[in-house]
């Protein structure tokens, strides 16, 4: 199992888009072969910071999430909200 973790900086003045834009796109997300679950967290002390905490079967489920034409599609708009550039982390559970 995979987790990841990406997170984004949003510009200030798209934070309500942004959201928007995820809770619309999270259901086909959900339907990549291999997700579990995705999430989406904000900053408790910044508004503009969100996170997005996926779970993947693999590393090869998440790579070909990332390397579909839906996943270039939405990241091509999204970026666009972006006030800084994102990170992202994967992981795994060792404890």
Not at 12 to 38: A, H, M, R, Y
Not at 52 to 61: L, Q
């Amino acid at each position: 199992m995979i987790k990841r973790i990406v997170k984004l900086e949003i510009k200030p003045n798209k934070v309500d888009e942004f959201k928007q834009f995820f809770e619309n796109n999270k259901s086909q997300i959900l339907t990549f072969d291999g997700c579990e679950s995705v999430t989406l967290l904000q900053d408790v002390n910044d508004d503009c910071t969100f996170f997005t905490h996926s779970f993947w079967k693999s590393e090869n489920h998440l790579n070909s999430y990332r390397n579909s034409d839906f996943f270039n599609s939405v990241w091509s708009k999204v970026k666009l909200l972006f006030n800084n550039k994102p990170m992202a982390w994967s992981l795994i559970e060792i404890l």
